[in-house]
């Protein structure tokens, strides 16, 4: 485990000092999302392109040894010499005889992360080979000694200075930082190795099984070099690779360039079935000769992620690298930080199965749980649920650290948590120091420059609530009201104005006093035994009474209530039953009113009240229960305001769970970055449907834009309704 | 020659594929910044080349047969002007690494792309086509078929064994600073030239 002595939070800090990094990541996670999309307009389908890819890999993968060996057989056929390797030292292993039995002195590569994987390079050059990587920002950053910092774009970490500098040193002598000089001196350097390699060893982009044909995407060239003109090819692919025919390279060619570089196709993109000929300088005197073609079939922990319920799911993935585009921790922060060569999210998933656990343990924590790769993965990857199920088993494996259990024993106990939550608003608890405070639910998050914390409010809703609630006689509907820690402790008022909003439609609102928290925080660190318990009793308490409908206005518990607890409860027939019968009757509060609202034909749409408001999605309410459109048409019916949308008003505040509590150096960044575009906007009020994005949000506006309110847009409409009254 | 398919015309009959996609194959592969040239016959091409070689100044050329190429009587052309003209196959092998210019033909066009098919199984047709800085393909214009998908329909029934490319614009690299440069291992200018006219033989 090479990197078990790392502080990563030390890592994180220079990282974020980093002003070339910080510069090329931020300009270039604003350009990308729209490239991408451009380079989709001439598909009719997106989602449906995607699924394609996804239904394609989940087919494949269900029987993968069938596939393989159908692939083995056919290249075979065709005169390819192809090698399983289990691991990286087998690999290695067959490289090197190979070499040393064709007499191999000179080696060029064209990209194979799989062989970066395993550090190839360093095990072929301490053999006295001479290898050289021909990928423009591979090469750079092998002269640099440097690790890929980008899964499509390795060297993204440098600028042109930088570059000049390792070239200028590579080949002794002075090179100017001008980029379109510097690819011409690489392309006459390079192409000299290409045509004295002995040897191409290339990674491969498909594997198609019917043909025993690989498949290789490269702008640059270099992918069509190493495979023709050096006499021996060898050619190294995962297991995750292999596709059954050569029609299923399709939806993969639709997405791959699209996503990964907002081009419609690549420059280049090549199929080899079978060896093929090359050119040999023998006395003088040129010959053909048919290529000697390698395959390395490589596994190094694939095959036990094929068999892995949930984990199989990697297989979908196509290195497109979207997910790290998209990802507003990788955005600050780059692919280093990760450890090993596979980067963001999806590198969290890869490294834990193709490196070690140990290393997966350091960087989990670097998914805030946003979502937004799971809008863009072209394998439709649930990377996010992954790395919670990762975290879930890793809790299982080592156990979680002492203090944290300790918290989680009383956060999972609803008296003895609630006892100390009444507590705390008197400030003597321990909550303002030491470790409590930092794994205790969302609002006791850390403390931070930029960001002010709530304080736990003097009276919570579960106190107030008989007196608030005017039930009417005849209700039309029966609604349990499931709050959440922090419209009970934190933003009562809050509570109060659903209550409002639901006994003006003319339904009852009963708030069962034996709920307790969700459970995402506890959930959100692997702690699945404590969460199991909490589920149990929200169940328990909620089937006590009854209720038509069971509403909760905040999108992680719904969340919780209607995916989370049927699936932690699966394996148990009753619960599980009793989970997902309760299940059905959850709703979130903005989209429940919203269709009230329309059947009642209060939906006016005038957007003309004379204040401007602008809208935050939250990532979960966005991403998971899909709503978006429901909250701002109650918004633009409202009478004193007029929604404006903010720029990337569906990016992450930076408060998702666990992460804004840990690192509150990532989260901050992330905030500020909203907060100048909700200042942004001209709007004089930010409303939200997520009580952690009004906590978090607020707490940055407090500190940087007092002015601006923040509502939750429940506390809009009670407004509304009290204008009414009046 | 090797070839992946001897005779792509006829599998590519099985699919959807016409000039009316020309238009839209032409867009996406300036988009690509390929240089797309459509004229009627084989002989209006000839003008084409000579003009570039006179522009580029370039020397020497490496070509691997094909029949667009030939109905153009460019080569005669060429060689009438001076210009090394090298098109057997040992010949490519020692030369298309100082050619100026090397000429192919390819099979088909993908509008959706903006994508050309090249049958690559003969490896003098890499050679051509990646080693000197400007690369030339003969098409004929009618052969360009809509999506991904239908080149894909017509793969499945002929790759049994070989090397077959798509080529989409020139070589190009985002590595440093993800500034678009054109021209890194592969040319640095891609040239299609699109004939109407079917020439007999029907193999490009
Ligand atoms: S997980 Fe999805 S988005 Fe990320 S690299 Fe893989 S395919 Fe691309």
């Given at each position: 485990?090479?990197?078990?002595?790392?502080?990563?939070?030390?890592?994180?800090?220079?990282?974020?000092?980093?002003?070339?990094?910080?510069?090329?990541?931020?300009?270039?996670?604003?350009?990308?999302?729209?490239?991408?999309?451009?380079?989709?307009?001439?598909?009719?389908?997106?989602?449906?392109?995607?699924?394609?890819?996804?239904?394609?890999?989940?087919?494949?993968?269900?029987?993968?040894?069938?596939?393989?060996?159908?692939?083995?057989?056919?290249?075979?056929?065709?005169?390819?010499?192809?090698?399983?390797?289990?691991?990286?030292?087998?690999?290695?292993?067959?490289?090197?005889?190979?070499?040393?039995?064709?007499?191999?002195?000179?080696?060029?590569?064209?990209?194979?992360?799989?062989?970066?994987?395993?550090?190839?390079?360093?095990?072929?050059?301490?053999?006295?080979?001479?290898?050289?990587?021909?990928?423009?920002?591979?090469?750079?950053?092998?002269?640099?000694?440097?690790?890929?910092?980008?899964?499509?774009?390795?060297?993204?970490?440098?600028?042109?200075?930088?570059?000049?500098?390792?070239?200028?040193?590579?080949?002794?002598?002075?090179?100017?930082?001008?980029?379109?000089?510097?690819?011409?001196?690489?392309?006459?350097?390079?192409?000299?190795?290409?045509?004295?390699?002995?040897?191409?060893?290339?990674?491969?982009?498909?594997?198609?099984?019917?043909?025993?044909?690989?498949?290789?995407?490269?702008?640059?060239?270099?992918?069509?070099?190493?495979?023709?003109?050096?006499?021996?090819?060898?050619?190294?692919?995962?297991?995750?690779?292999?596709?059954?025919?050569?029609?299923?390279?399709?939806?993969?060619?639709?997405?791959?360039?699209?996503?990964?570089?907002?081009?419609?196709?690549?420059?280049?993109?090549?199929?080899?079935?079978?060896?093929?000929?090359?050119?040999?300088?023998?006395?003088?005197?040129?010959?053909?000769?048919?290529?000697?073609?390698?395959?390395?079939?490589?596994?190094?922990?694939?095959?036990?992620?094929?068999?892995?319920?949930?984990?199989?799911?990697?297989?979908?993935?196509?290195?497109?690298?979207?997910?790290?585009?998209?990802?507003?921790?990788?955005?600050?922060?780059?692919?280093?930080?990760?450890?090993?060569?596979?980067?963001?999210?999806?590198?969290?998933?890869?490294?834990?199965?193709?490196?070690?656990?140990?290393?997966?343990?350091?960087?989990?924590?670097?998914?805030?749980?946003?979502?937004?790769?799971?809008?863009?993965?072209?394998?439709?990857?649930?990377?996010?649920?992954?790395?919670?199920?990762?975290?879930?088993?890793?809790?299982?494996?080592?156990?979680?650290?002492?203090?944290?259990?300790?918290?989680?024993?009383?956060?999972?106990?609803?008296?003895?948590?609630?006892?100390?939550?009444?507590?705390?608003?008197?400030?003597?608890?321990?909550?303002?120091?030491?470790?409590?405070?930092?794994?205790?639910?969302?609002?006791?998050?850390?403390?931070?420059?930029?960001?002010?914390?709530?304080?736990?409010?003097?009276?919570?809703?579960?106190?107030?609530?008989?007196?608030?609630?005017?039930?009417?006689?005849?209700?039309?509907?029966?609604?349990?009201?499931?709050?959440?820690?922090?419209?009970?402790?934190?933003?009562?008022?809050?509570?109060?104005?659903?209550?409002?909003?639901?006994?003006?439609?003319?339904?009852?609102?009963?708030?069962?006093?034996?709920?307790?928290?969700?459970?995402?925080?506890?959930?959100?660190?692997?702690?699945?035994?404590?969460?199991?318990?909490?589920?149990?009793?929200?169940?328990?308490?909620?089937?006590?009474?009854?209720?038509?409908?069971?509403?909760?206005?905040?999108?992680?518990?719904?969340?919780?209530?209607?995916?989370?607890?049927?699936?932690?409860?699966?394996?148990?027939?009753?619960?599980?039953?009793?989970?997902?019968?309760?299940?059905?009757?959850?709703?979130?509060?903005?989209?429940?009113?919203?269709?009230?609202?329309?059947?009642?034909?209060?939906?006016?749409?005038?957007?003309?009240?004379?204040?401007?408001?602008?809208?935050?999605?939250?990532?979960?309410?966005?991403?998971?229960?899909?709503?978006?459109?429901?909250?701002?048409?109650?918004?633009?019916?409202?009478?004193?305001?007029?929604?404006?949308?903010?720029?990337?008003?569906?990016?992450?505040?930076?408060?998702?769970?666990?992460?804004?509590?840990?690192?509150?150096?990532?989260?901050?960044?992330?905030?500020?970055?909203?907060?100048?575009?909700?200042?942004?906007?001209?709007?004089?009020?930010?409303?939200?449907?997520?009580?952690?994005?009004?906590?978090?949000?607020?707490?940055?506006?407090?500190?940087?834009?007092?002015?601006?309110?923040?509502?939750?847009?429940?506390?809009?409409?009670?407004?509304?309704?009290?204008?009414?009254?009046? | 020659?090797?070839?992946?398919?001897?005779?792509?015309?006829?599998?590519?009959?099985?699919?959807?594929?016409?000039?009316?996609?020309?238009?839209?194959?032409?867009?996406?592969?300036?988009?690509?910044?390929?240089?797309?040239?459509?004229?009627?016959?084989?002989?209006?091409?000839?003008?084409?080349?000579?003009?570039?070689?006179?522009?580029?100044?370039?020397?020497?050329?490496?070509?691997?047969?094909?029949?667009?190429?030939?109905?153009?009587?460019?080569?005669?052309?060429?060689?009438?002007?001076?210009?090394?003209?090298?098109?057997?196959?040992?010949?490519?092998?020692?030369?298309?690494?100082?050619?100026?210019?090397?000429?192919?033909?390819?099979?088909?066009?993908?509008?959706?792309?903006?994508?050309?098919?090249?049958?690559?199984?003969?490896?003098?047709?890499?050679?051509?086509?990646?080693?000197?800085?400007?690369?030339?393909?003969?098409?004929?214009?009618?052969?360009?078929?809509?999506?991904?998908?239908?080149?894909?329909?017509?793969?499945?029934?002929?790759?049994?064994?070989?090397?077959?490319?798509?080529?989409?614009?020139?070589?190009?690299?985002?590595?440093?600073?993800?500034?678009?440069?054109?021209?890194?291992?592969?040319?640095?200018r891609f040239i299609v030239i699109a004939v109407d006219e079917p020439v007999s033989g029907g193999v490009a």
């Amino acid at each position: 485990m090479e990197s078990s002595n790392r502080n990563i939070q030390q890592e994180i800090e220079e990282k974020l000092k980093d002003e070339v990094l910080r510069g090329a990541l931020g300009r270039f996670a604003e350009a990308y999302p729209v490239s991408r999309l451009k380079a989709y307009e001439n598909v009719e389908d997106i989602e449906a392109l995607r699924d394609q890819v996804k239904q394609t890999k989940m087919d494949t993968v269900a029987r993968i040894e069938e596939v393989a060996d159908q692939f083995v057989a056919e290249a075979e056929k065709r005169g390819a010499k192809v090698f399983r390797a289990a691991d990286g030292p087998a690999l290695k292993k067959y490289l090197l005889d190979l070499c040393r039995e064709k007499g191999v002195k000179r080696i060029v590569k064209s990209k194979s992360m799989a062989s970066e994987e395993i550090h190839l390079n360093k095990d072929l050059i301490d053999a006295g080979l001479r290898v050289r990587e021909t990928d423009l920002g591979e090469w750079i950053i092998a002269i640099a000694g440097h690790k890929p910092s980008h899964m499509v774009m390795p060297a993204i970490h440098l600028n042109r200075y930088q570059v000049a500098g390792y070239f200028s040193k590579e080949l002794k002598t002075d090179i100017p930082p001008d980029i379109p000089l510097m690819v011409q001196v690489a392309r006459k350097n390079l192409r000299q190795e290409f045509l004295q390699a002995d040897m191409g060893i290339s990674g491969a982009n498909f594997g198609v099984a019917e043909n025993g044909a690989v498949g290789l995407v490269t702008n640059e060239g270099n992918g069509r070099l190493t495979t023709s003109l050096p006499p021996i090819h060898v050619v190294i692919i995962g297991y995750e690779k292999l596709i059954p025919t050569l029609k299923d390279a399709v939806p993969i060619l639709r997405t791959l360039p699209r996503n990964a570089t907002c081009q419609l196709m690549t420059s280049y993109m090549s199929m080899i079935c079978g060896p093929t000929p090359v050119m040999v300088k023998k006395d003088g005197q040129w010959t053909e000769q048919e290529k000697e073609l390698h395959i390395i079939l490589f596994d190094n922990g694939r095959l036990r992620a094929a068999h892995d319920e949930k984990f199989k799911e990697i297989y979908q993935c196509v290195r497109c690298a979207s997910c790290l585009n998209v990802c507003p921790v990788y955005a600050l922060v780059g692919g280093h930080v990760y450890g090993h060569i596979y980067a963001g999210g999806i590198g969290a998933i890869l490294t834990a199965f193709l490196n070690s656990m140990g290393d997966f343990e350091k960087i989990n924590e670097l998914c805030i749980g946003c979502r937004r790769c799971t809008e863009v993965c072209p394998g439709k990857i649930n990377i996010p649920g992954l790395i919670e199920e990762l975290r879930i088993r890793n809790a299982k494996e080592n156990g979680l650290p002492f203090a944290m259990k300790n918290i989680f024993e009383i956060v999972g106990n609803r008296k003895v948590f609630h006892t100390l939550l009444r507590l705390a608003k008197v400030g003597q608890m321990p909550f303002q120091t030491g470790r409590l405070i930092r794994h205790l639910p969302l609002f006791l998050a850390g403390l931070a420059k930029d960001r002010s914390l709530p304080a736990i409010a003097p009276t919570p809703l579960r106190d107030t609530i008989d007196k608030v609630a005017k039930n009417p006689q005849n209700p039309t509907k029966k609604i349990a009201f499931f709050s959440g820690c922090s419209l009970d402790f934190v933003y009562p008022e809050t509570g109060e104005a659903v209550v409002k909003v639901l006994n003006d439609l003319n339904m009852s609102v009963v708030f069962p006093q034996d709920q307790s928290c969700c459970g995402k925080p506890v959930i959100g660190f692997g702690d699945i035994e404590t969460t199991r318990k909490m589920a149990k009793a929200n169940i328990a308490a909620f089937e006590a009474v009854n209720p038509d409908i069971i509403l909760a206005a905040c999108p992680t518990c719904a969340e919780m209530w209607k995916e989370t607890y049927p699936e932690i409860l699966h394996e148990d027939p009753e619960w599980n039953a009793r989970a997902k019968k309760i299940a059905a009757k959850v709703r979130e509060f903005t989209s429940f009113v919203a269709e009230e609202y329309e059947k009642a034909g209060r939906l006016g749409e005038a957007n003309a009240g004379a204040k401007k408001v602008t809208y935050h999605d939250s990532c979960h309410m966005r991403r998971v229960l899909g709503i978006f459109k429901e909250p701002r048409k109650l918004l633009r019916s409202t009478s004193d305001y007029e929604l404006v949308e903010m720029k990337d008003c569906d990016k992450c505040c930076g408060m998702s769970g666990a992460f804004g509590v840990k690192h509150a150096d990532l989260s901050i960044p992330i905030l500020n970055q909203k907060i100048t575009n909700i200042k942004d906007s001209g709007a004089e009020v930010v409303a939200v449907g997520c009580p952690a994005c009004m906590m978090q949000i607020r707490g940055g506006l407090d500190k940087q834009a007092p002015n601006i309110k923040v509502k939750h847009v429940a506390d809009i409409l009670a407004e509304e309704l009290d204008k009414k009254k009046k | 020659m090797k070839k992946v398919c001897e005779n792509w015309e006829k599998v590519l009959l099985t699919t959807t594929c016409g000039p009316e996609y020309f238009e839209e194959f032409e867009a996406k592969a300036k988009q690509a910044s390929a240089e797309i040239f459509r004229v009627k016959t084989p002989v209006e091409a000839k003008e084409i080349i000579t003009n570039l070689i006179k522009f580029t100044n370039a020397k020497k050329v490496v070509s691997v047969d094909n029949v667009l190429q030939q109905a153009s009587g460019v080569n005669e052309e060429l060689q009438a002007m001076g210009i090394e003209l090298y098109t057997s196959q040992n010949d490519i092998a020692e030369h298309a690494e100082t050619a100026d210019i090397g000429i192919s033909g390819v099979e088909f066009g993908i509008a959706e792309t903006g994508s050309v098919c090249q049958d690559a199984y003969a490896i003098e047709s890499r050679l051509v086509s990646m080693l000197p800085p400007v690369h030339i393909a003969f098409m004929p214009s009618s052969r360009i078929v809509p999506g991904v998908e239908q080149a894909f329909d017509v793969f499945s029934q002929v790759f049994q064994r070989g090397y077959l490319s798509l080529i989409t614009g020139p070589s190009r690299t985002a590595d440093i600073e993800r500034v678009l440069t054109i021209g890194v291992h592969g040319p640095s200018r891609f040239i299609v030239i699109a004939v109407d006219e079917p020439v007999s033989g029907g193999v490009a």
